[in-house]
């Protein structure tokens, strides 16, 4: 099974916008998609795909009380159908309070003599489910900042998908990338990978080569770079919809340059695909 995290330090980058599409992506070329919602915030992949959940009911059965062992309900039931071919598990308002939660689970199972690592819960609530044996890929959008979400993420993917935002700190953010998957692998003991660097809502005055080169130089593949498409994806995010699905359904003409774009996505989802191979 594919597994991989989109992560960016900085909000405002497209992470959420990306994980979306390229979950639309992945599930054209006929893949099996579940995508996980780490992201606390009301603005996150869940609000992002129109998915109606009960987020700030505390007895709801959610994606938290799995982490910390304290499930309501079965894992399966956590799913939810999206109307773009592949599956989610949303978001919930206690993923706000999951550092305090882990804690407290922790020192339970250390006081019973038990082993409970907080930053590896989601790869066994996964290991558990048998998840591997009903998908081909398993995107995690944690949200922009390092923490114990995050930590999940990764300990349960292993790879990285990272968006980087292309004016003024672009440069800067490209150089970041190395401290990023540093400091990941050394917190959570193991090499983290990275599939794509993607630079994204980059402007036509701005230089292209420059940022390839510095990304290559860092031993990272670049396959698509994606131009400043801010109509396509405010689009998206108030229609509730991937970009595939708003240019299907809610634009009114044929436009070139956002065909292009969704031609983009594609080859980045297949060589994600093909890296992992």
Not at 90 to 110: D, T, Y
Not at 218 to 237: H, Q
């Amino acid at each position: 099974m594919l597994t991989y995290t989109v992560y960016s330090e900085s909000g405002g980058v497209g992470k959420t916008t990306l994980t979306a599409n390229l979950a639309d992506a992945h599930s054209q070329r006929d893949q099996d998609v579940l995508v996980i919602d780490l992201d606390p915030q009301q603005g996150s992949l869940t609000y992002l795909l129109g998915v109606d959940t009960s987020r700030d009911d505390d007895d709801a059965d959610n994606i938290a009380r799995h982490l910390i062992d304290r499930p309501g309900g079965s894992f399966d039931d956590l799913i939810h159908d999206t109307p773009f071919g592949f599956d989610l598990i949303p978001s919930h308002n206690m993923l706000e309070s999951l550092p305090q939660l882990l804690n407290k689970a922790q020192e339970m199972a250390e006081d019973l003599g038990d082993s409970f690592n907080p930053h590896d819960r989601l790869r066994q609530v996964l290991m558990n489910a048998d998840v591997n044996q009903d998908y081909d890929v398993l995107i995690v959008d944690p949200p922009a900042t390092a923490g114990v979400q995050l930590y999940n993420a990764v300990s349960a993917t292993r790879s990285l998908v990272l968006p980087v935002e292309p004016t003024g700190k672009g440069l800067q953010s490209i150089s970041g990338i190395e401290d990023i998957v540093t400091n990941l692998s050394t917190e959570l003991g193991f090499d983290v990978g990275v599939l794509a660097v993607v630079p994204n809502g980059v402007g036509q005055t701005t230089n292209q080569d420059q940022y390839l080169t510095q990304i290559q130089e860092l031993g990272y593949d670049a396959p698509v770079i994606l131009r400043n498409r801010a109509s396509l994806f405010e689009g998206c995010w108030d229609e509730q919809c991937t970009a595939f699905h708003y240019v299907g359904y809610y634009r009114n003409r044929h436009r070139d340059y956002e065909v292009d774009t969704l031609d983009k996505l594609r080859t980045l989802a297949t060589h994600i695909e093909e890296v992992d191979q």
